[in-house]
């Protein structure tokens, strides 16, 4: 599976970005599709995440109520539309997904995703 992710760039605080990113190869139904951010010197952490099945959702506490993860099976394209950026958000920010279908509780675990796409940065200024 290969991941091309897009949509970074440079915002204000309080403003949008919609981030996308787009698989191709091989995907499957209990596959999961999650996005991660990292900042330096930080670990990298998931931010959100779903099946190309769709059902649960995954979101980070920091996150919930401000970004939204929507999926076109169509087009085997994820997104993650950002709202109410805080500078806090500034990271790279990958989309990656699983080579098996790993339980709910197990999604933050990176050992599960196999394919990673390049990174896009996010830079949320004041």
């Known amino acids: 599976v290969q991941l091309q992710a897009s949509g970074g760039g440079l915002v204000q605080a309080g403003g949008s970005l919609r981030l996308s990113c787009k698989a191709s190869?091989?995907?499957?139904?209990?596959?999961?599709v999650g996005w991660f951010r990292q900042v330096p010197g930080k670990e990298r952490e998931l931010v959100a995440a779903?099946?190309?099945?769709?059902?649960?959702?995954y979101y980070a506490d920091s996150v919930r109520g401000r970004f939204t993860f929507s999926r076109d099976n169509a087009r085997n394209t994820v997104y993650l539309q950002m709202n109410s950026l805080k500078l806090e958000d500034t990271a790279v920010y990958s989309c990656?997904?699983?080579?098996?279908?790993?339980?709910?509780?197990?999604?933050?675990?990176?050992?599960?995703?196999?394919?990673w796409g390049q990174g896009t940065l996010v830079t949320v200024s004041s």
């Open positions: 990656a997904a699983t080579g098996n279908s790993p339980i709910y509780g197990e999604w933050t675990s990176k050992r599960w995703y196999d394919y």
């Open positions: 190869g091989r995907t499957f139904r209990g596959q999961v």
């Open positions: 779903q099946r190309w099945s769709g059902g649960t959702t």
